[in-house]
């Protein structure tokens, strides 16, 4: 039976991996980095200093943790400022529908995104008040394919893990929402994975499950 579903962010309810891939992008080509979409199609749903490892994987030279603490302090500032541009304009379609369609059924809503920006993304698009929950990169030590930010907010409502569905759109998404005991729907590219119960082409399907 289920009581809740928890959203990830990032490609569930909003799209902000060009602004990551723009803000990565000046960093790695300011430390001549090659770095393309290919690579950061790694990066969905991975924590920032997971995401900058990865990108380090092509560099010339050995960061100490000083200096890629730097990039990455860097790289979110610049994050940041690209983030001004975004509004409730750039919710994904259907969303905003399925939120208070799940409300209405009385089914609890939680965010469980990788990032420590997800507080300030859900305010500049207007959905600060919606979700009962928001877990985040805040809460949590190990990101996503690790179950830990699913089960803060699994915790954080109160709720069995196995009541609970989990919407994904990265592949290392889907696998902790497994490893956190979760139903798991996947969209958009997480639909490459192997380990999904739904994948689903239209958001509002979730509603089939309730
Ligand atoms: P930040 P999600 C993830 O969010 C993004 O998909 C991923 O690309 C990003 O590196 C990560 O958040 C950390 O973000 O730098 O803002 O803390 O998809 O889990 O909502
Ligand atoms: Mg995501």
Known sequence: MIK????????VIV???????????HIADQEDIEFNKNINHRLRGVSRMDSLEIILENAKKTYSKQEK???ATKKNNYYIELLSSLGA???LPNVFELLNQLKGKGIKIAIGS????AKAILKQIKLNDIFDVVADGNDILHSKPAPDVFLVAAKKLG????HCVVVEDAVVGIEAAKAANMTAVAVFDAKKSNFADYKFNDIRDILTLI
Not at 18 to 25: M, S, V
Not at 159 to 162: A, G, T
């Open 15 to 25: 799209s902000t991996d060009e602004l990551h891939y723009l803000a990565w992008k």
């Open 69 to 71: 603490e730097a990039l």
């Open 159 to 162: 709720i069995n893990p196995k």
């Open 114 to 117: 990788s990032s420590k920006n």
């Open 89 to 91: 304009k750039d919710i």
């Open 4 to 11: 809740a579903v928890i959203f990830d962010l990032d490609g």
